[in-house]
């Protein structure tokens, strides 16, 4: 009795699909697989100076670190103030940052 196969899933009705067996190699294959990569000039093996130098690829994801930090704090600001900044697009925390800081720059040069 064969089983028929469901056109949605390509499956056999009633089971899983069965995977092929992994075959490792040979003590003798490896060796021989081995000698072929070594053989490749264009695939020969990191030297120790490389692989020290690598990064984890989660050390290069996200947005690059400032050397500007910056605080994160919780302040209300009036409704006009929020809407006229908002109002110039993106960018508008950055710009409002930019005022505050034109601020304290020109205050504290009186001081």
Not at 90 to 98: H, I, N, T, V
């Given at each position: 009795m064969s089983k028929a196969i469901s056109p949605k899933t390509s499956r056999p009705e009633g089971g899983a699909v069965k995977r092929p067996a992994v075959h490792m190699p040979s003590v003798a294959e490896d060796k021989a697989?081995?000698?072929a990569a070594r053989a490749d000039k264009d695939a020969q093996p990191l030297t120790p100076a490389q692989l020290k130098a690598m990064v984890p690829m989660k050390a290069?994801?996200?947005r690059p670190k400032?050397?500007?930090k910056k605080l994160l704090v919780s302040v209300r600001y009036s409704?006009?103030?929020?809407?006229y900044f908002k109002s110039t697009g993106?960018?508008?925390?950055?710009?409002?940052?930019?005022v505050l800081q034109r601020y304290v720059h020109r205050?504290?040069?009186q001081a």
């Open positions: 697989i081995t000698a290069l994801r996200g400032s050397d500007n409704p006009e103030v929020v809407a993106d960018g508008w925390q950055s710009r409002m940052d930019g205050h504290l040069k």
